[in-house]
């Protein structure tokens, strides 16, 4: 057994494990007999550092990695980065915009070289932030999706899907970004709310005798937020209920500002309720307006040009080439100008923001390519049928299953430079082609059955997202289908991410898995909330509230935050940050720390008086073994030396087989919480039971023994604590490992078994009898604190009651745990308290001044009716309650019932002194 510094040191200690776990990895033997575990890393971005959300996700993935490798699963744990479009090519570009250059000055080629050697020199510096996060992944299975199997991943999985009729080409409306000059994903856009108008506009009927509807006579009105693409209307629409307009179903209006003409029609997507009950259809600049348009086969004309700027003969001349935004100042005052604008209103809108480029999206319709998602959905919610997979928590199914649904048709194509190119090539007539499914590694320009047609490849490449949704396979070597990781750890077993991207990966996962490999891609998602600073707002730079994980590891150690990010980890709730978790996390740290120096220091104690040998981790057993032979002849044989004391009781105290039984029932607890996934339960559960039972109870209570030299109480000791010690490991791995090491054991703590529950560890006499002694010590610990004395003032006490002669039975326990001595016979009055059927009397004369004590007993009493009051006319406040933050009013609640039972108690006392 090594000797331990005073305190726990987490940057001498967590660097080495850190180093350790990369470069001895916890390799996955696919050739194991084993049953497989497997979790795929959600893969960060090669541009990003870690943030508390990927803290927060690699903290709970490790942990139920750890958890079921010593279990005796063969984890797989598998590490690896996204190669993010827009983001990568946004900062090589900003590069060289420093440098005066372009990406179009250096050509493709050259660009895409700059980037890979970015990607060299600074890309990926998240990986290495997640090993000092402790993370034990097999480091040799690093994965990029930009890698060349990747890659022809994702080339197979379009030339499937192509020559299955699932991925086409269209003309649609999509995201798109001015800035980056691409379109976007739904993920790659944040919805912001912001203040705006609401605009009233008045369209002249072509039939100025028409009877009035929503405004004059002759006319229609119309509310958009969006004036400046007006040229662009081809219908107003209304709903066929509607009995305001129903006479004007048919007819047409004259657009504002121009002397087009355009329908008046019907149809069921118009909110009757909403704006004046009318809208302007644009269907080119709007996704609503775009599908309406399609089932009134109206033309779609765009009057807003890929750099945000209006643009077509459609818009009159003085607004060509306004910037978007000015466009509709310009418009406006245009249209007050004329009189047909006839109210504005502040008008809040959500809108989209390129969360790349931070400006807003604008809906555009563009030649892209897609893919049919209704089949692969429908694929999908059949598996969801079947049970194949299961959403945690629960109520995420529905959402799940809401969105596959309702799913529209998938943008794949981006307009950038770096990512996967689509594999697509084009004749000069515009024809498609596509490499053959029996051949699709051959680019369709090699193909020999094309060597007559001047063929030029598709400039676009893949959204990132179709790659990653091959994540779960891709990166154990689909679609070679004899790959032995593809056979041994695919499907997966549980997927770890944040329910924020529920629709756009793991949906997106779960259709590609079922298309691509038949199989759902993994059995279990488990979604945790977002992480939110400690007022419950997003983190964001622009903002200033973002917190960076690694300074909580600089000033709490990595094990203090690991523990906090899993303590917060409540079923799927967002977490708000809150430093106190973190705080507990490194008090927790060293309150292990301590009662692990305490156990070795008894343990060296008793080595250097002879009653142990030189006891070096599983060497216990051995000596235990002997000790035993020796001391009744009885040779047992067991698996461990705390087996070998339980075969002999009488080597054992009460507080010894108290622990033991709490031990075994806490194991049981633990296991089935990190079964069900619930690792927030499993850690409150392990905090709770170490902090409060093992090292405040049992170690206090077992000091006596353990001062003694008892063999029974050595080995309890310290089998207890390396049994907790394998419990947090998972969750708090570099400490654990520390200590275990320390203890004397060759092997690291990640190596060893899981404990089981055992049930013949179950003693329930013991427990009932502790739980007497708790009671008589938290009684003399009351009596004392009423007396106003200090824990450590010593006390004479007697005890009666039912309980009484297991207390008397276990004297130094109670003695040497609440610091009183048990006497018999006390005169004079006494003060009492009663707690598991014991009754404690402490003497008052020669203890306190009788009556002066009683005074300020009394005056406690009034003090605290007095703040009971007070506490109960803030909560009868209807003002109050209405205006107060959540926990100002907790607060108060609790000041209700702590001082509620301080008075309950204190009158209790009293009432043993009245007449």
Known sequence: MNELPKSFEPSAAEPRWAERWFREPFRADATSSKPPFTIVIPPPNVTGNLHLGHALDNTLIDT?????RMQGFETLYLPGMDHAGISTQ?????????????????GREAFLERIWSWKTQSGGQILEQLRRLGVSADWTRERFTMDELLSRAVRHQFVKLYHEGLAYRGERIVNWDPASQTTLSELEIDREERKGQMSTLRYQL????TPASNG?????????????????DQAIAVHPDD???????GLKARIPLTRRLIPIIADEAVEMGFGVGALKITPAHDPTDFEIGERHNLSRPSVIDLDGNLAGELVPEEFRGLERFAARKAVLKALEQAGDLVEQKDHVTAIGISERTKVPVEPIVSTQWFVKTRPLADAVLAGLDAGDITLIPERYSKVNRDWLQNIRDWNISRQLWWGHQIPAWYDEQGNVYVPDPEQPDLDCDQDPRYAHLNLRRDPDVFDTWFSSNLWPFSTLGWPDLDSEDFAKFYPTQVLVTGYDILFFWVARMQMAGY?????????QVMLHGLYLDSKGQKMSKSKGNGIDPLSLFDEYGVDASRFAFAFLSTGGQDIRHDPRRFEQGRNFANKLWNATRFALLNLGRAADAGLLGETGGDDLTRYVRHAVRERTGDPIRSRDALAQVRAQPELLTLADRWIISRLDQVTGEVSAQLDALDLGAAIRTLYSFTWDEFCDWYIEAAKPALQAGQLGSLVTVKAVLEHILK??????????????????HRRQ???????RPDEALHDQEASRAFEVLRGAVNAARSLKAELGLSPQDRLGVQVEGEGAATVLDNRAVVESIARVTLVDGLEGRTLSAVEQGVTVLAPLEGTVDVQDWLGKQRKRLTELEKQIRQAEGKLGNEGFVARAPAEVIEEERRRVADFGAQKTRLEAVLAQFQA
């Open 90 to 106: 946004v900062v090589v570009e900003r590069q060289l915009k420093g440098e005066g250059q372009s990406r179009f000055d250096l």
């Open 64 to 68: 139920l990695i750890r958890y079921k």
């Open 515 to 523: 298309a691509l490999t038949g199989q759902a891609p993994f059995s």
């Open 727 to 744: 419990m947090l490991h998972p969750f708090m791995p570099f400490i654990t490992s520390e200590l275990y090491e320390a203890l004397g």
């Open 216 to 232: 004059e006579p002759g006319e229609i009105r119309i509310a958009t937020v969006r004036p400046e693409t007006i040229f662009a």
């Open 243 to 249: 009995e305001r307009f129903r006479h004007l179903i």
């Open 206 to 209: 072509a039939d100025p005798g």
């Open 749 to 755: 703590l990640a190596v060893h078994s899981w404990p």
